[in-house]
């Protein structure tokens, strides 16, 4: 199972305090100052958030009842968005991977691709996909197209429309998509060397569209590179064997950036300009030194890395905005712990 996917199956174990509620207390905030935004069942730990000017948008749920939700930016009610109906939940048990894009939310549940207006309204059936039993690790979509991942390796494309989901190419089923407007990208599956990544210890990061249905290795990455994938403004940030923070060019495809010696690295995001990255707390009784949780930022120009927040717990799937860094973290609730979104000013 991929690494951020069992991530968030352990963190939705965990329980949560009641539905809707958006009262705790973050663990050990001692820089930073984080809002607290929502607290319930959270699902979407690993998968990163989505935002656009008004909501975030995450998945709920414990075991096989998921649902995806939002929430305002400065707090307070949750919408659920699908299931669309009270009667629905336990029925229609959407996988908790999810995308935004242009006003639209894509989801996946057993059979089917659906798409939803953001705001909330009906849902549309976009596409059939196989009944087996796979489920949706990763979905991005773009003005003509939605991309989806599976958790046998498989990548399909969808015409935004709806239509026949065209099965692209076979990938490393330990990673996420993302795309650039024009194209999903993704490390592809173990099948040998290749002329872009000719070492048998790599894999080809691929480029594909329902547009160029064949995919095209643009470049060659560490198996254990692709984590938190990020992509915006032609650069690509990863997270490196949860050690080092990467940005790469995509055209051509280049090393631009790299932060090392980050020790519990989990999550990456990029607007394009900044690398935004989080750490997770350790306590010491492992290889890791102890140190506190953080979510930290560099220019991809140069500088030195500044703490935006320290503390907390496991600070995870990081989303932006121009003025703030939404992430999901443990915090304390009715002397237990729960999982809730959060957010720190950006600078």
């Known amino acids: 199972m991929p690494r951020l996917l069992a991530a968030c199956l352990a963190a939705a174990s965990l329980g949560a305090c009641s539905a809707g509620a958006s009262s705790g207390t973050p663990v050990n905030p001692t820089l930073g100052n984080p809002e607290l935004l929502y607290a319930d069942q959270i699902y979407s730990y690993g998968i990163p958030l989505q935002v656009d000017a008004t909501s975030v948008y995450f998945a709920v749920g414990q075991s096989t009842v998921k649902q995806v939700m939002s929430v305002p930016k400065a707090g307070g009610t949750a919408t659920r968005l699908l299931p669309k109906t009270e009667a629905e939940i336990g029925t229609f048990s959407y ?11 894509y989801a996946c549940r057993t059979g089917e691709l659906d798409a939803v207006p953001a705001i909330g309204g009906d849902v549309t059936k976009l596409a059939a996909l196989p009944s087996d039993g796979k489920v949706c690790l990763s979905i991005a979509a773009t003005d003509d197209a939605v991309y ?5 390796g498989a990548i399909y494309g969808v015409a935004a429309g709806g239509g026949s989901a065209i099965r692209l190419d076979d990938a490393d089923d330990n ?13 592809g599956g173990w099948s040998g060397p290749s002329s872009a990544c000719p070492s048998a210890i790599f894999l080809g990061l691929r480029r594909v569209s329902l547009g160029a249905p064949t995919p095209v290795e643009i470049g060659c990455l560490d198996e254990a590179g692709f984590q938190s994938p990020s992509l915006a403004g032609g650069l690509l940030a990863t997270v490196f064997a949860h050690t080092e923070v990467d940005a790469f060019a995509l055209a051509p495809f280049d090393s631009v950036r790299t932060v090392t010696n980050q020790a519990a690295a989990f999550s990456v995001v990029t ?14 009784t492992g290889t890791i030194p102890r140190q506190p949780a953080s979510i930290q930022r560099v220019a991809i120009s140069g500088g030195t890395p500044a703490l935006l927040m320290s503390g907390g717990a496991h600070p995870a799937s990081l989303a932006l905005d121009e003025s703030f860094v939404y992430f999901i973290d443990e915090i304390a609730v009715d002397g237990g712990s729960s999982y809730a979104i959060e957010r720190i000013a950006r600078p």
């Open 175 to 187: 990673n996420l998509i993302v795309t650039d407007g024009q194209a999903a990208y993704y490390v």
């Open 271 to 284: 607007d394009g300009h900044d690398l935004i990255w989080s750490r997770w707390a350790e306590d010491g």
């Open 95 to 105: 996988h908790p991977a999810f995308a935004l894009h242009a006003g639209t939310i």
């Open 148 to 152: 989806v991942l599976r958790t046998d």
